[in-house]
């Protein structure tokens, strides 16, 4: 396992950006796959963007398609959400998570599947 922190959330104006960071421990995070999630109150944590271990797939969830991009950087030991476009139904708290599994896709996974979290990091949008 990696031991993820993240960090960049805050309180932002419908239409801003934020960049979320989340920085991972140890020596294997290029062979780990990412995922962003995010929470809001009173709902079910939502599967938000993925990248794979090569950062060569990535995948973005419905609500945020066009608006957010994931990447990685393995020198750093961190990935990225920039989220641009910003509505008040993006505010959540969002969470960095890792996963060793060795399905192609990104895209059709669950939070099982996802070995690693980080504590969270709070994103509100105003209107």
């Known amino acids: 396992q990696v031991q993820l922190v993240e960090s960049g959330g805050g309180l932002v104006q419908a239409g801003g950006s934020l960049r979320l960071s989340c920085v991972a421990s140890?020596?294997?995070?290029?062979?780990?796959?990412m995922g962003w999630f995010r929470q809001a109150p009173g709902k079910e944590r939502e599967y938000v963007s993925g990248?794979?271990?090569?950062?060569?797939?990535?995948y973005y969830g419905d609500s945020v398609k066009g608006r957010f991009t994931i990447s990685r950087d393995s020198a750093k030991n961190t990935v990225y959400l920039q989220m641009n476009g910003l509505k008040p139904e993006d505010t959540a708290v969002y969470y960095c998570?890792?996963?060793?599994?060795?399905?192609?896709?990104?895209?059709?996974?669950?939070?099982?599947?996802?070995?690693?979290w980080g504590q969270g990091t709070q994103v509100t949008v105003s209107s």
């Open positions: 140890g020596r294997t995070f290029s062979s780990y796959n």
């Open positions: 998570a890792a996963g060793a599994y060795s399905y192609y896709s990104v895209a059709n996974v669950r939070e099982s599947d996802f070995d690693s």
């Open positions: 990248i794979s271990w090569s950062g060569t797939r990535t």
